[in-house]
């Protein structure tokens, strides 16, 4: 019982104690609501003693007037909350350039405040709020701009004084801007800009460091006849520098620019807004040409993958005059570096922009932009260039490309593992060319293992392979073209050949002919066969774009149907040289040694001028038959140790100034004439055969003055109805010799010289 007693005064002294606790409590959360209550009331009693509406908009228009140094509108200042402001019809005018237009203007400005601090008479502004506020920067006609020279102290915060006398000191921390528009306005050019949608907000803004802020803004553009409006949200640091615009830093803005499907990542430094100078650096989503229809509709198909930009430069003279000191590229296809001057205080506007890129992987470019699938491109490039523009109009001064193992299909030349180096100056006027290896297909002929070198320069064209193989044959080549472009165009060239086949070289001509022509289908006659088909073919296979070409031609060895040889030499000068040869002049030097003539009795047979001009041969023939000497096979492979050719063109006419041949076998000197488009001639041909054995008597016509077995006959009138003179043959040992002394006209010099030399081409 006792035990029970004790246990139940425990419980009531327990529950005593906690109703104390709970009225304690409950009394001090009184106190603190009432003490509360109190202080705000105080506060608000304090405000009320130093809020004077009219007073407090006059002090406030005149200080921003003293600052901003152009006159400041407030229609009306009321009292919203016990601790918010309002400010209605907020303008400040242009009294410089755009007389009483507003430079800036809000619907209303709210001032949202702290209480307790007025009880130390401190007014602190947690945030100033500018509705749809519209700021208008104007450039005047004399390229004087409206913004003002904002006057303010360093001080972070201002000492006011009421209408009483009381003095209350004023700070702000945050700023806001909600829904406002930026315009800029250029007289001069009657261009404009405008930036909307713009909601800022400023994180205890001090106007002479650095404060943090959040941005987004819509950036319209026109484009033809779209409009493009352009999202942008960021957040950076800005100082103000009390409005000394040298001073003025902008620091790590991280913005989103929504351009395409992704934002673009931007982070921008920015220092002085009277010469701005700035540091972008982007990060640029992967895009294709339908992501930029809206500025313009025919940019094609492609691809760009996802690509960072760096940016730095500066704008002064008024924002006109834009220096990029370093532009930065950096994708999966492409580094690309660039500097860049655009000057907008010209009429037209102009620019100079320089850009490099590190090797680009053709394989890799031709997928992202099938504009370039159709040449099939491979290997790597790295190109160097230059872009201008004056007088409204872009031009290229300057063009640098560096291959490296490239293939491709060019204008129906295909090209494998070229490297070298390509140069265009002057708007492409002047072209350089240079490839230490590499191979071109013309239509059948293949050139290969090039060491080539070429230019273009005021519409003339040098081209040099010094080294290199036609189909198979080592070659050696130089070009020049005096006024490509014209009809009336100057050819100079000198070929050495290995080997050197006539109709296979017209052969590789003729391809050239059909590559270049190939859009307007030029063909060549069908080859036709039977008499003469080796001239017709010949001659009706030449160029039409030669109608002047000169040069030398030299080959080890020399081969065709009728005659082959060893160190053949050959210098020309021809004008008129066209499908035909009815306009053909010039001159022809040519000679070889060490050589056969070919199968005369067979191509006696197929070939009717051969074969009258061979009869005195098949007489001699028969006549050592019947045992009146020997010669040997005369009418099979007839040796010659020299032959030498020198002739004047006039009309497709040819006129044989000299001509002979010598041999261990047969000695001969041919003069008259051939007309290659009448297919007709009238020549002389004197022959001799030597080391012969006579076994019987020879008819004094048929021996010269040594008694060696001799030929003189006249051949004339049609090539395929010639006809054959038999003359008197003593003299023909001297018209030998005489030729022979006589030679030509060149030493051929300037063809071992060529071979010899190196003759690339400058760039």
């Known amino acids: 019982m006792a035990a029970k007693k004790k246990r139940t005064k425990k419980t009531f002294w327990l529950f005593r104690f906690i109703g104390a606790c709970c009225v304690l409590t409950l009394r001090t959360v009184m106190f603190a609501v009432m003490f509360l209550l109190c202080l705000l009331t105080v506060c608000w009693v304090l405000f009320i003693k130093f809020f004077n509406a009219q007073y407090l908009s006059e002090e406030i228009t005149r200080q921003l007037q003293l600052a901003l140094?152009?006159?400041?509108?407030?229609?009306?200042?009321?009292?919203?909350?016990?601790?918010?402001?309002?400010?209605?019809?907020f303008s400040v005018l242009d009294s410089e350039v755009a007389h009483?237009?507003?430079?800036?203007?809000?619907e209303s400005v709210f001032v949202h405040f702290k209480l307790l601090p007025l009880l130390d008479h401190q007014l602190v502004i947690d945030e100033v709020t500018l509705n749809r506020p519209r700021v208008n920067i104007v450039r005047g006609e004399d390229g004087r701009h409206n913004v003002p020279e904002v006057k303010i102290s360093s001080a972070q915060s201002h000492v006011y004084r009421s209408s009483s006398g009381e003095s209350l000191t004023v700070s702000a921390e945050d700023w806001t801007v909600k829904d406002g528009v930026f315009s800029y306005k250029d007289l001069q050019n009657q261009t404009s800009h405008a930036?909307?949608?713009?909601?800022?907000?400023?994180?205890r803004l001090r106007f002479n460091e650095l404060s943090r802020f959040h941005a987004e803004f819509v950036l319209r553009n026109k484009w033809q006849d779209n409009i493009s409006d352009i999202d942008i949200k960021g957040t950076g640091h800005v100082n103000f520098a009390n409005f000394h615009w040298k001073d003025f830093a902008l620091r790590?803005?991280?913005?989103?620019?929504?351009?395409?499907?992704?934002?673009?990542?931007?982070t921008v430094d920015l220092d002085n807004l009277y010469t701005p100078y700035f540091n972008i650096r982007a990060q640029i989503p992967a895009f294709e040409g339908k992501d930029l229809s809206l500025f313009k509709d025919d940019w094609g198909e492609f691809y760009l993958p996802q690509s960072s930009m760096r940016l730095k430069g500066s704008l002064s003279n008024g924002y006109r005059l834009l220096k990029l000191s370093e532009a930065l590229i950096l994708a999966d296809d492409a580094n690309i570096t660039a500097s860049a001057e655009a000057d907008f205080t010209q009429t037209p506007w102009t620019a100079d922009i320089s850009f490099a890129t590190d090797p680009l992987d053709l394989a890799a470019w031709s997928k992202?932009?099938?504009?370039?699938?159709?040449?099939?491109?491979?290997?790597?490039?790295?190109?160097?260039?230059?872009l201008l523009r004056q007088e409204g109009k872009w031009s290229l001064p300057k063009l640098d490309l560096s291959l490296q193992d490239v293939s491709g299909e060019f204008y129906y030349f295909p090209v494998e593992g070229a490297s070298g180096e390509f140069s265009a100056a002057q708007n492409f006027t002047d072209l350089y060319a240079r490839l230490t290896s590499g191979k071109v297909t013309v239509d059948r002929s293949v050139f290969d293992k090039l060491d080539f070198s070429g230019t273009y320069r005021k519409g003339n064209l040098y081209a040099n392979i010094a080294s290199g193989?036609?189909?198979?044959?080592?070659?050696?080549?130089?070009?020049?073209?005096?006024?490509?472009?014209?009809?009336?165009?100057?050819?100079?060239?000198?070929?050495?050949?290995?080997?050197?086949?006539?109709?296979?070289?017209?052969e590789v001509v003729q391809d050239f002919v059909t590559v270049i022509g190939r859009t307007k289908t030029v063909k060549a006659k069908p080859k036709v066969t039977g008499q003469l088909a080796w001239l017709e073919n010949f001659r009706d296979r030449l160029p039409k774009f030669m109608p002047n070409f000169a040069g030398t031609l030299s080959a080890d060895t020399?081969?065709?149907?009728?005659?082959?040889?060893?160190?053949?030499?050959?210098?020309?000068?021809?004008?008129?040289?066209?499908?035909?040869?009815?306009?053909?002049d010039g001159t022809l030097d040519a000679r070889m040694q060490d050589g056969v003539i070919h199968q005369m009795e067979k191509l006696a047979e197929e070939q009717k001028a051969l074969?009258?001009?061979?009869?005195?041969?098949?007489?001699?023939?028969?006549?050592?038959?019947?045992?009146?000497?020997?010669?040997?096979?005369?009418?099979?492979?007839?040796?010659y140790e020299d032959l030498a050719v020198s002739a004047d063109f006039a009309g497709g006419h040819m006129t044989i100034n000299n001509a002979y041949t010598q041999g261990p076998t047969i000695s001969a000197m041919v003069q008259g004439w051939v007309n290659w488009v009448e297919e007709n001639f009238d020549i002389i041909i004197w022959t001799m055969f030597n080391n012969t054995s006579r076994s019987g008597a020879l008819a004094e016509n048929l021996t010269d003055e040594s008694g060696n077995p001799a030929l003189a006959f006249q051949v004339s009138s049609s090539m395929l109805k010639p006809k054959l003179e038999m003359l008197r043959a003593k003299q023909t040992g001297a018209q030998i010799e005489a030729a022979r002394q006589r030679g030509l006209r060149t030493d051929f010099k300037t063809n071992r010289d060529f071979i010899k030399g190196d003759f690339h081409a400058k760039k």
Do not use: C, W
Not at 100 to 106: F, I, K, P, V
């Open 195 to 203: 930036v909307y949608g713009v909601n800022l907000h400023f994180e």
């Open 69 to 89: 140094n152009r006159p400041v509108i407030i229609n009306s200042l009321d009292l919203r909350f016990f601790n918010t402001l309002e400010l209605k019809g």
């Open 368 to 386: 992202n932009y099938p504009r370039l699938s159709p040449y099939k491109l491979t290997g790597k490039t790295s190109l160097d260039a230059r």
């Open 558 to 584: 020399f081969s065709s149907e009728v005659i082959s040889g060893n160190s053949f030499y050959a210098e020309f000068d021809f004008k008129g040289l066209l499908p035909g040869m009815k306009r053909l």
């Open 252 to 266: 790590s803005l991280r913005a989103q620019v929504f351009v395409f499907r992704k934002p673009v990542s931007l």
């Open 469 to 506: 193989e036609l189909n198979g044959i080592p070659l050696k080549m130089n070009l020049s073209v005096n006024k490509l472009t014209s009809s009336n165009r100057r050819i100079r060239t000198n070929i050495y050949l290995k080997h050197f086949d006539p109709m296979a070289f017209i």
């Open 100 to 106: 009483g237009e507003a430079l800036l203007s809000a």
């Open 611 to 639: 074969n009258i001009t061979f009869t005195p041969f098949i007489l001699m023939h028969r006549m050592e038959r019947a045992g009146s000497f020997k010669v040997g096979q005369v009418l099979r492979d007839v040796p």
